[in-house]
């Protein structure tokens, strides 16, 4: 089922999300309905987060190189030191791109459809994904990671 997804400046995408107590068959289906929404979104996206549909849950889809596939309670336990710039869409932002500097590499421990406890290392867009997404999970959006100054720029440019 298509999920509708909430834009700037919606409120709950700044809400802190709540921890995922159990893996419920509710939590299965709105990973696989947000899984469903993010690939027939249009662009296609890379990644989605509970709260991008209206549920302030700690549950992420994202785009791997095997298959789409949901981390719930997903925490970064590791970053690399080294950082990447790269540019980042946000299906919140439609047609907005920035250049935003993230770690190029970060563990992530997380609890899978399964109810099983997770770990994956992953470096490049992976990384970069997973990082976006947890973000959301905190509130935290990509306008937020760059200057006050190309802030305003893009608030003038949309007024
Ligand atoms: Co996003």
Not at 24 to 39: A, Q, R, S, V, Y
Request: proline share 4%.
């Amino acid at each position: 089922m298509l999920l509708e997804i909430k834009k700037y400046p919606d409120l709950i995408l700044r809400k802190k999300c709540d921890e995922v107590k159990e893996v419920t068959p509710e939590i299965k289906k709105l990973g696989e309905d947000m899984i469903e929404t993010m690939i027939m979104n249009e662009p296609e996206g890379m990644g989605l987060s509970a709260p991008q549909v209206g549920k302030s849950i700690r549950l992420i889809a994202v785009q791997t190189e095997k298959e789409p596939t949901i981390f719930i309670n997903p925490k970064i336990i590791k970053k690399s030191r080294e950082k990447e710039m790269m540019e980042e869409g946000c299906l919140s932002f439609p047609g907005l791109w920035l250049e935003i500097k993230r770690a190029k590499g970060v563990e992530v421990e997380a609890i899978d459809k399964n109810g099983k406890i997770i770990k994956t290392k992953t470096e490049g867009l992976q990384a970069r994904i997973l990082q976006h997404e947890i973000d959301h999970l905190d509130g935290i959006l990509i306008i937020d990671k760059i200057s006050l100054f190309k802030r305003l720029k893009i608030f003038k440019k949309k007024m």
